[in-house]
Nanobody, 114 residues
Framework: QVTVVESGGGMVQAGDSLRLSCAAH??????ISWYRQAPGKVREFLAV????????RHTDSVKGRFTISRDTAKNTVDLQMNSLKPEDSAMYYC?????????WGQGTQVTVSS
């Protein structure tokens, strides 16, 4: 059974940090990615971790503020978010991908007040 569960969201003030975690259980996923979706907007790719070689990639809009990484102790893929801005407010989703299949979690809400 495949499960993808996000955690770590919350309400913070501008300039604060949050660390989101994605626990993906099932087959050996090839990539784990983080996305976000604000009300009325399309879902936006943020970052990806590649299992095969541990490489990561971040979209330009969050480079320098957000960092995706693997936490082997917790068996999660985390998204460290620093210097949060009100425009970062959104539902954050984890995606676990393998050949021929892609799985989404239910999301975790991040709200940043000014």
């Amino acid at each position: 059974q495949v499960t993808v569960v996000e955690s770590g969201g919350g309400m913070v003030q501008a300039g604060d940090s949050l660390r989101l975690s994605c626990a993906a259980h099932g087959p050996a996923f090839t990539t784990i990615s983080w996305y976000r979706q604000a009300p009325g907007k399309v879902r936006e790719f943020l970052a990806v971790w590649v299992r095969a070689n541990g490489t990561t990639r971040h979209t330009d809009s969050v480079k320098g503020r957000f960092t995706i990484s693997r936490d082997t102790a917790k068996n999660t893929v985390d998204l460290q978010m620093n210097s949060l801005k009100p425009e970062d407010s959104a539902m954050y989703y984890c995606n676990a991908h393998m050949l021929g299949a892609s799985y989404w979690g239910q999301g975790t809400q991040v709200t940043v007040s000014s």
